[in-house]
């Protein structure tokens, strides 16, 4: 499945998996207006080192998808700022999700590319590596797969797993279908 349905948010993700694979709330839109859902494409960072980042769009991430940077919920440097950030956008990226921080993001936020992360810092990266692309990463005790889907918006990020999607996604109109029923019940009766 190439394209999601526009009303897939997070809430009805998690509603989805009944809570599971929800990250931890202090990862944060950048700026709150900001939706984006594609398969991930995984990186693990180390801490105050974003070299496997620089490889990583070197690749380059396949157009559509959404990296998600692990390894730096410790970090005091920043997993991108807003050259990288250009640079990954023009790769036809779709956002970014980290556990790290990031910087230059009034940059970021005028370019209009879609970050969630633990907040920002002015300070830049090494670049010695270690790191890894493509694989799986743990963020506050979820696991991200290649391939696994991102939602993420102004409620949180939501990672369902790859093989769980078409399943998933039923659920999810389920629910939106059953809410969309008892709004219109609630609005009737309001009168």
Excluded: H, Y
Excluded at 23 to 35: A, E, F, G, H, N
Aim: charged fraction near 25%; glycine fraction near 12%.
């Amino acid at each position: 499945m190439d394209r999601f349905p526009e009303w897939l948010s997070a809430t009805l993700a998690s509603d989805a998996t009944e809570g599971r694979g929800v990250l931890p709330s202090w990862i944060r839109p950048l700026k709150v207006d900001w939706r984006v859902v594609g398969p991930a494409f995984v990186v693990l960072a180390s801490e105050d080192d974003n070299q496997a980042v620089v490889q990583a769009v070197a690749v380059p991430p396949p157009a559509g998808s959404v990296l998600v940077v692990g390894g730096m919920s410790t970090s005091r440097t920043a997993t991108i700022g807003g050259l990288m950030a250009l640079e990954i956008q023009n790769l036809g990226v779709a956002g970014l999700v980290t556990d790290g921080l990031v910087r230059d993001a009034q940059e970021i936020r005028e370019l209009g590319f879609p970050v969630w992360c633990r907040g920002t810092t002015p300070t830049a990266s090494a670049k010695r590596g270690p790191g890894a692309i493509g694989g799986a990463v743990a963020i506050g005790g979820t696991r991200v797969r290649d391939g696994d889907l991102v939602i993420a918006d102004d409620d949180g990020v939501v990672i369902w797993p790859r093989e769980r999607i078409p399943e998933l996604l039923a659920r999810a109109q389920a629910k939106l279908d059953a809410d969309n029923a008892r709004l219109a019940r609630l609005r009737q009766a309001r009168g």
